[in-house]
């Protein structure tokens, strides 16, 4: 995509010809040729990537990271320096830069650095859509999240490996974005890939990336998520389905911080923070030969347990509610609310499916309500058949059995005609049929 880019360098020449070249690839691309004047432009245009020399008039390259930096203005920058020793490329590093580039350079290793660098920028901005729009922060009314969100704080301000633990549809991606965002890391991308969704070579292609020609089809080289996660997170989630041969490559990464893409024998040295999570017991594959021993323990640095959504009640209603709110924004629809109904039936509901199943009830249940209420009629009919829980004792029993004896004495006013029954009671004929089949246990037909 088109991206707004500052070319930052005394040499007109060397300006000139980076401009020309970006511009040939549909890039919208200004120059300036002093620190001062780069400081201006970074601050009035905030360009999406800044090529940058280090050796300027007017403040160098260093003054101008650290006022890119005192202003808080999100770019991208490569530094360019024809004195590129070790130290000040790392002090780059350190003061912000995101690659550098030495002089002279061929324009094709300029083409590939702009492109890995504006892959970041569009990593970044995804990820923060994604939070900002799609995702709510993790709920933790119940104690037993609320353990769960401390813990993961308390990780976060690390950059050690954490391992998540819990069934399907828990919302363990939702806690791995919470960690990336709550770290030193939260500008850098936040990178996830499913390990049960690939072929092993698949997976192998997507992770490390590949070389031109490696493999039929490989028409070019293509980055692969370990790159892509430079400066960021990489989440590998059900990291419990891969197999020994990829287990070993990924302990290689773990352990030296480098690898190779497909077909390639470079070794490229890469800083990430890994996440991994799995429905999985590890501990178990380990102990059949499974998995291996030593990439375990790698991974299991920090160790996170995510309770399943029936093990945390107190939490169902403000997820339901945090859900609401973002599906209907998505339908473009007027703020909406749950009846005490739907509530209760929330409340009661097992969730065998956790978290994910909660989603797509509520997701359902925007699509077919014609009001601002959410009415039980709108939820799926396994929430409308579950036994109430048990736990559900006191007033809500006895709401349930008035529910009851109402729906019979309508029948029984109406000879056991379920049509006329509702009609008495002001219910839809398909919803007094569910209510039926939810409290009488052989409900009579008409």
Same mark, same amino acid.
């Given at each position: 995509m088109p991206a707004r880019i500052l070319v930052v360098d005394d040499d007109p020449h060397i300006a000139l010809a980076l401009r020309e070249r970006l511009e040939a690839r549909g890039h919208a691309v200004s120059t300036a040729a002093t620190g001062a004047a780069a400081v201006r432009s970074i601050l009035s245009e905030s360009p999406d990537l800044v090529l940058l020399d280090l050796q300027l008039p007017e403040g160098d390259g260093f003054d101008v990271l650290g006022r890119i930096r005192e202003a808080g +203005?999100?770019?991208? +920058?490569? @530094?360019?320096?024809?004195h590129g020793t070790v130290e000040r490329a790392v002090r780059a590093m350190k003061e912000g830069a995101y690659d550098v580039l030495q002089k002279p350079f061929e324009p094709s290793l300029v083409e590939e650095t702009v492109r890995r660098a504006l892959e970041r920028v569009s990593l970044v901005r995804r990820d923060r859509s994604a939070r900002t729009l799609e995702e709510p922060e993790p709920i933790a009314e119940d104690p037993a999240m609320r353990r769960v969100l401390d813990l993961a704080r308390r990780a976060a301000s690390s950059d050690a490996t954490v391992l998540l633990l819990g069934e399907s549809g828990t919302g363990k991606e939702v806690l791995a974005r919470f960690l990336h965002r709550s770290g030193a890391r939260a500008e850098g991308p936040f990178v996830p890939l499913s390990c049960a969704a690939l072929s092993e070579s698949l997976l192998e292609s997507e992770l490390f990336g590949h070389e031109k020609g490696a493999f039929t089809g490989a028409a070019e080289r293509r980055r692969g998520r370990i790159e892509l996660a430079h400066g960021g997170t990489l989440f590998l989630d059900e990291i419990g389905e891969v197999s020994a041969a990829f287990q070993a490559k990924l302990l290689r990464v773990l352990e030296e911080r480098t690898f190779e893409r497909v077909g390639g024998s470079q070794p490229i040295r890469v800083d990430l923070r890994l996440l991994a999570a799995t429905n999985r017991d590890l501990k178990a594959a380990v102990a059949a030969g499974r998995f291996r021993e030593d990439l375990y323990y790698r991974l299991n640095v920090v160790r996170i347990e995510v309770p399943p959504l029936r093990d945390r009640p107190a939490d169902v209603l403000p997820l339901a509610r945090a859900y609401l709110e973002r599906a209907r924004r998505?339908?473009?629809?007027?703020?909406?609310?749950?009846?005490?109904?739907?509530?209760?039936?929330?409340?009661?509901?097992?969730?065998?499916?956790? +978290?994910?199943?909660?989603?797509?009830?509520?997701?359902?249940? @925007?699509?077919?309500?014609?009001?601002?209420?959410?009415?039980?009629?709108?939820?799926?009919?396994?929430?409308?058949?579950?036994? +109430?829980?048990?736990?559900?004792?006191?007033?809500?029993?006895?709401?349930?059995?008035?529910?009851?004896?109402?729906?019979?004495?309508?029948?029984?006013?109406?000879?056991?005609?379920?049509?006329?029954?509702?009609?008495?009671?002001?219910?839809?004929?398909?919803?007094?049929?569910r209510l039926l089949k939810r409290f009488s246990p052989s409900p009579p037909t008409s």
């Open positions: +203005v999100e770019t991208t +920058v490569v @530094v360019i320096t024809a998505k339908a473009g629809r007027t703020p909406m609310t749950l009846s005490e109904d739907a509530a209760a039936l929330l409340r009661a509901y097992r969730w065998p499916g956790n +978290v994910r199943e909660l989603v797509n009830a509520i997701d359902r249940a @925007v699509v077919l309500s014609s009001d601002a209420d959410v009415s039980p009629e709108d939820l799926p009919e396994e929430i409308l058949g579950a036994p +109430v829980a048990e736990r559900a004792g006191g007033y809500h029993s006895e709401v349930q059995s008035f529910k009851r004896r109402l729906l019979r004495e309508a029948l029984d006013r109406n000879g056991g005609n379920q049509t006329k029954a509702a009609e008495a009671l002001g219910l839809q004929r398909s919803y007094f049929a």
